[in-house]
């Protein structure tokens, strides 16, 4: 069993669709949750970060952990053609140990 | 923020041959991060590079077939040894952003091995 599974895709939506990406995880001492995102031929960047459990809400997107589950969940509101992406999930139980998810490949389409 | 350049940006070499990627900061950190992001496959770590010491190794890896050089702090290269199809990915470098264990990422070499 992998550390981190997250579903490869592609998840394919309309435009303005509430878009719902998702990890499970094994290891109980993540403290840390990523998401990052990764553009076609372009290395990640950091979308949402969150330490231990709860909500975070940036803009239309808002990072959820649940630590008792092993779930983390990243959605997206609003969706546009511009959230057409890789999004990886990460996490980390500290000393930048990070594993990744395999990512979510996201088509949005106009 | 990090601004992080690699080059090459993508490159075909022949099996039994090296190539040396470079990964270059604006500016100084003290540690690097060396990944390889395989088709279908998550990121995974091969070293971390620290200004004056060596690198250390992820299992898996060994530094014969993936040496590493960090001689400042904003320099480093990986070099894939002794390449087979096998090592045909994508090859990234980041550096820790902020105080947190999150990363900035260079845009990646994407390697095909023949």
């Known amino acids: 069993q992998k550390e981190v599974e997250q579903d490869p895709g592609p998840l394919s939506v309309p435009e303005g669709a509430i878009v719902s990406l998702n990890c499970t995880y094994s290891?109980?001492?993540?403290?840390?949750f990523m998401w990052y995102r990764q553009y076609s031929r372009k290395g990640p960047e950091l979308l949402m970060y969150t330490y231990s459990s709860g909500n975070k809400e940036d803009g239309r997107f808002t990072a959820q952990v649940d630590k008792s589950s092993k779930y983390i969940s990243l959605f997206i509101r609003d969706s546009q053609p511009s959230d057409s992406a890789t999004y990886l999930c990460a996490m980390s139980a500290g000393g930048f140990k990070t594993i990744f998810g395999a990512g979510t490949r996201l088509f949005v389409k106009a | 923020s990090a601004v992080i350049s690699q080059k090459p940006s993508r490159d075909i070499c022949q099996r039994g041959t090296s190539l040396t990627i470079q990964c270059q900061v604006d500016?100084?950190?003290?540690?690097m991060f060396w990944y390889r992001q395989q088709p279908g496959q998550s990121l995974t770590l091969i070293a971390t590079?620290?200004?004056?010491?060596?690198?250390?190794?992820e299992s898996g890896f060994v530094i014969d077939k993936f040496p590493i050089s960090r001689p400042n702090l904003t320099f480093s290269t990986l070099t894939v040894s002794n390449m087979s199809p096998e090592d045909s990915s994508i090859y990234l470098c980041?550096?820790?952003?902020?105080?947190?264990?999150?990363?900035?990422f260079g845009p990646g070499t994407r390697l095909t091995v023949l």
């Open positions: 980041s550096v820790p952003q902020g105080g947190t264990d999150t990363q900035y």
């Open positions: 290891n109980s001492a993540f403290q840390y």
């Open positions: 500016s100084q950190v003290t540690m």
């Open positions: 590079a620290n200004q004056g010491s060596e690198a250390t190794y």
